[in-house]
């Protein structure tokens, strides 16, 4: 997430400086354990950091070879789509294809004027927005005219995505089925970060995604493509994590001087505990969602110290990783598809252009 917070253990605030250096850290590290993606939210106020994804991406790029690197938020309602096209296909050739983003409208209701754009307009302007996008990213010459930005006429954005083949697009949203219906509409992603919403409310909106993704013809409702978001904190003795973190749940920016650590633990999918409590309820979000394709973990909130975050990814590499990927692949069906990557879209793209020239 970015955010700049007081460690409430020692009254001591990270600068700037500091905390953009700090999750540079927790991304080459992210690849060093063996997650598969490191992503990165978008946000235009204090007490956060992250306003220029892609640059950060694109030094994440230079020095990784294997991770993809997403965001957990670009904002596809107060950012002009041609800026966005442009930006993440430059990125997408930087990072050799290990791009995909998550389309989002924010947290932060001021962001819309700051960005000249109406909050009240915000769901029909991601709709719009996006449509655009998808367009720019497909046609090499795009007409375009709509309602909240000025017509485009003969334009072609540049560069073009790589290999002829855009970064996927997952759509997030925690409570607007406009977006669930949107990401079915296009055979996106969707991804739910519930990390402060009950599981009965994180699962009514992804099977509405599974639903509305079988009714436009992508495939079966199991074969939806769904994300899933959680907050973690381990040790290797329970209490210990307990004990811990408690300071930092209770002074949090979002959700402290709330509820409970106990009762937030219980009605959400925050987890504090041993790495097998972890992985124990990280599997259960099988039984509530089905199976699923990305798992996204926030671990770095509440300002917690960059040498506790990076002791916590290696606990997640060495004690979690291996057990959630053997278990998850147990009675996984055969034609539940993986998250697409580069390498299956440009896969995907040949096979199309094969099947259009037999057909031909």
Do not use: C
Request: avoid cysteine.
């Amino acid at each position: 997430m970015g955010d700049v917070t007081t460690d409430p253990t020692n009254g001591r605030t990270p600068t700037e400086n500091e905390r953009i250096k700090a999750m540079m850290q927790i991304a080459l590290k992210a690849e060093e354990v063996g997650l598969d993606v490191f992503a990165t939210g978008e946000h235009h106020n204090h007490p956060f950091v992250p306003s220029s994804p892609t640059t950060m991406l694109g030094w994440i790029a230079a020095k990784t070879e294997k991770i993809i690197l997403s965001t957990a938020t670009t904002l596809i309602t107060t950012n002009d789509p041609v800026k966005i096209a442009e930006d993440y296909a430059m990125l997408q050739h930087l990072a050799d294809g290990r791009v995909d983003l998550l389309m989002g409208r924010g947290n932060t209701g001021p962001v819309y004027p700051w960005f000249g754009q109406d909050i009240r307009t915000g769901i029909p302007l991601a709709i719009e927005n996006y449509g655009l996008l998808r367009r720019l990213w497909r046609e090499d010459v795009v007409d375009w005219e709509g309602k909240f930005r000025t017509p485009l006429q003969g334009f072609t954005s540049t560069p073009r995505p790589l290999d002829g083949v855009p970064p996927f697009v997952w759509h997030g949203s925690i409570r607007s089925p406009e977006i669930a219906e949107q990401a079915a509409y296009y055979g996106d992603g969707f991804l739910h970060n519930g990390i402060f919403w009950p599981f009965d409310h994180s699962k009514r909106m992804i099977e509405f995604y599974r639903k509305r993704f079988a009714h436009y013809g992508h495939g079966a409702e199991d074969q939806a493509i769904v994300g899933v978001g959680g907050q973690i904190f381990m040790r290797k003795n329970s209490q210990d994590a307990i004990d811990e973190f408690r300071p930092y749940f209770d002074n949090a920016p979002v959700y402290g001087h709330g509820p409970t650590l106990e009762d937030f633990s219980r009605e959400t999918p925050l987890t504090v505990g041993s790495p097998q409590q972890v992985i124990e309820r990280l599997l259960s979000y099988r039984t509530h969602f089905g199976d699923f394709q990305r798992m996204m973990l926030l671990i770095d909130h509440a300002g917690l110290p960059l040498k506790t975050v990076l002791e916590q990814l290696d606990l997640l590499g060495e004690e979690v990783l291996p057990v959630l990927r053997k278990e998850f692949a147990i009675g996984r069906p055969a034609h539940i598809p993986d998250a697409p990557t580069h390498a299956s879209l440009v896969a995907a793209a040949a096979s199309k252009d094969v099947l259009a020239e037999a057909q031909a």
